[in-house]
């Protein structure tokens, strides 16, 4: 077989935390197969778990890495249709060498992609061993065979169950009426199988997995996606509203009046639970905003400790730290004994928990601290130049600042306001988070300063 250069196999669809491109322009199933032989070598793999999400271009791609794993002698374990987090939960209850979830989360349903894990679940990012599976499949020139695929099948959902119940007692529970929209991804599965293990009254809206999400992309960080959900909990009289992104490892909540309620107002709450049975734990946290978290950690006698943004970042500080719990305004939520990962399913288990313990609605739980802190929400805005942009910002701000923080991005603190400036990873835009101590007025005046800033550098 002729060496073919590195050039023509260039692999566009690598980005920095994951895998993810159009099918099958970016990814197909030559490109699916030779990063199932690059993740096999890179791993060393003697087995490798995988799974995939509802998109009709799955099944054949996650064959086409299966054969890849199996062409270098791997055993591939197949658990079939799943969330990204039963991935994280199989490479370690079967000891496995790696994980690959197939999905592409939130994107369109032209698109697909790959999450990847080593051993105890531990990410592989761009700068963990992602730029070195990226070469490996670059350089390959091995071709499928049409022979038979051998796999070993397991039905880990059970277990799975069993696992992120067991952050909840379940016989504390209320008998709250729940409102639940799957995004017609892969929540829906997992909550039918719960249904029976929990006191609670289930209403499904876009419940149904179809990969060709007929109510539109699995987002609900975007604010245009959240009016169904919103709606639905007023009309149906619901305690609490849950939606998933598609493939479930980020939750979004509904207070009972039909509210969204930003992540960042549930990482306090849900370190309070976590610390009451680990008292001085080490809470990890994002640098977008933190007066809210910190000053509530600190009230429950843990430690909060800023990491940059992005999961892999916060689940090696986790690691460093042996941090109980981290959490992202993103709307992800990482657990130490979830094998320091993300979850979209133990964060809502115990926020009903905090719920039916104080016997409070959601509202009443979340609206002091939002008064207390309140934040602009991120605000994306498309530059020519984003680095540029970050030092102008930096030098306008400089004098006026208590502290600037630049681990990620740039972190302004201005005694009675503060904002972070961030980068995209991916796209040529800057995130802006601004808040601010109980001053909504002044936070909607500094937000619309930042942004006249902005739009006269564009």
């Not at 006026?400 to 796209?427: A, C, H, K, P």
Request: negative net charge.
């Amino acid at each position: 077989m002729s060496q073919v250069s590195s050039q023509d196999h260039k692999i566009e669809c690598f980005k920095a935390y994951d895998i993810r491109g159009k099918v099958p322009s970016q990814l197909n199933e030559v490109i699916a197969f030779r990063i199932g032989i690059a993740i096999a070598r890179y791993l060393n793999a003697s087995a490798v778990v995988v799974g995939y999400d509802i998109r009709p271009t799955s099944p054949q791609l996650v064959e086409a890495l299966s054969r890849g794993i199996a062409h270098q002698g791997a055993e591939v374990i197949d658990i079939g249709f799943c969330g990204t987090e039963e991935i994280y939960f199989a490479t370690n209850d079967l000891h496995t060498d790696g994980g690959i979830m197939v999905t592409a989360s939130h994107n369109p349903s032209d698109y697909n992609g790959m999450k990847i894990v080593g051993r105890e679940a531990k990410p592989i990012s761009m700068d963990s061993g992602l730029a070195e599976i990226k070469q490996l499949a670059e350089n390959l020139t091995e071709k499928q065979s049409a022979g038979e695929l051998v796999t070993t099948k397991k039905n880990i959902r059970e277990d799975y169950l069993n696992k992120v119940l067991s952050f909840v007692d379940t016989t504390q529970l209320e008998a709250l009426k729940i409102l639940v929209n799957a995004g017609n991804g892969c929540a829906g599965p997992v909550i039918d199988a719960m249904e029976d293990l929990l006191p609670f009254e289930f209403h499904k809206i876009n419940h149904p997995p179809d990969g060709s999400f007929p109510n539109g992309i699995p987002n609900p960080l975007l604010p245009e996606n959240r009016s169904v959900t919103a709606k639905a909990v007023v009309e149906l009289g619901a305690d609490l509203g849950i939606a998933w992104d598609g493939d479930f490892d980020r939750c979004f909540f509904f207070d009972e009046n039909g509210q969204f309620i930003d992540n960042y107002y549930l990482i306090g709450m849900i370190s309070k639970v976590l610390l009451d049975s680990d008292v001085g734990g080490k809470i990890i946290h994002d640098p977008r905003l933190i007066w809210n978290t910190q000053q509530e950690v600190q009230s429950y006698d843990g430690q909060p400790i800023q990491s940059k943004a992005g999961h892999s970042f916060i689940k090696e500080k986790m690691r460093e730290h042996a941090a109980v719990y981290g959490g992202e305004m993103s709307g992800h939520h990482y657990f130490r004994d979830f094998y320091f990962s993300d979850s979209g399913m133990i964060p809502w288990l115990l926020v009903t928990q905090i719920m039916s313990k104080a016997s409070q609605p959601l509202s009443s739980l979340t609206s002091e601290r939002m008064q207390q802190y309140p934040i602009s929400g991120e605000i994306n805005v498309k530059v020519n130049n984003p680095v540029e942009l970050l030092e102008r910002i930096k030098e306008q701000y400089l004098e006026q600042s208590v502290s600037i923080d630049d681990l990620d991005g740039y972190s302004f603190d201005l005694s009675s306001w503060r904002f972070n400036l961030r980068m995209s990873n991916t796209e040529p835009l800057v995130r802006l988070n601004v808040e601010s101590r109980a001053d909504r007025e002044l936070l909607m005046k500094k937000t619309d300063e930042i942004l006249d800033f902005i739009e006269k550098f564009k």
